[in-house]
């Protein structure tokens, strides 16, 4: 039963497309607010934390599209943690992402594919470009098949005082 479960988190978001839906969005706003604090354009500039909360099933989305899913069950209280950090010697921005993944156990650095452990903060952009959104949800979930036709509408949406 687990190996079905495990199945589900990875199709939910198997392909570019998918990740893009699911996890881009959060991406992309998590990616701009990164790049305010390095340009010094974050209000209030002295801003050291944003903090979200998500489904078990959003976390997962979130690491299929940076590539940093390997399948696993994601656990209750699965915690994904980013951290900014600028090197001081170079003043390069580089990121280092922590998955919590049980109930009593620690957060475990992550490696990003192609990037590593503390990756820079462009190039995790960079690498990431083709699941951020640039269209608007209307654009990216219409039906890419020429054949596709629509389902009927459901009796609650064809008259919205049915019983049904």
Same mark, same amino acid.
């Given at each position: 039963m687990q190996f079905l479960a495990e199945q589900s988190f990875i199709y939910n978001a198997y392909t570019k497309e998918m990740q893009k839906i699911k996890g881009g969005p959060f991406l992309k706003k998590?990616?701009?607010e990164m790049l305010e604090k390095r340009n010094g354009k974050l209000s209030p500039g002295n801003r050291k934390l944003f903090v979200y909360a998500a489904h078990?099933?959003?976390v #997962?989305?979130?690491? $299929?599209s940076l590539n940093l899913w390997e399948g696993q069950m994601l656990r209750f209280a699965v915690t994904l943690i980013f951290e900014l950090h600028q090197n001081q010697q170079t003043g390069e921005y580089y990121i280092e992402i922590y998955l919590r993944n049980s109930e009593d156990g620690c957060a475990e650095l992550l490696s990003v594919p192609n990037c #590593? $452990?503390?990756?820079?903060?462009d190039r995790l952009i960079d690498l990431n470009a083709d699941v951020i959104p640039n269209e608007t949800y209307e654009e990216r979930c219409k039906a890419k098949n020429s054949n596709f036709v629509e389902p009927p509408k459901r009796a609650v949406e064809r008259d919205p005082n049915s019983k049904l």
């Open positions: 998590m990616f701009a078990d099933w959003t #997962g989305n979130i690491m $299929a #590593g $452990a503390q990756c820079p903060l």
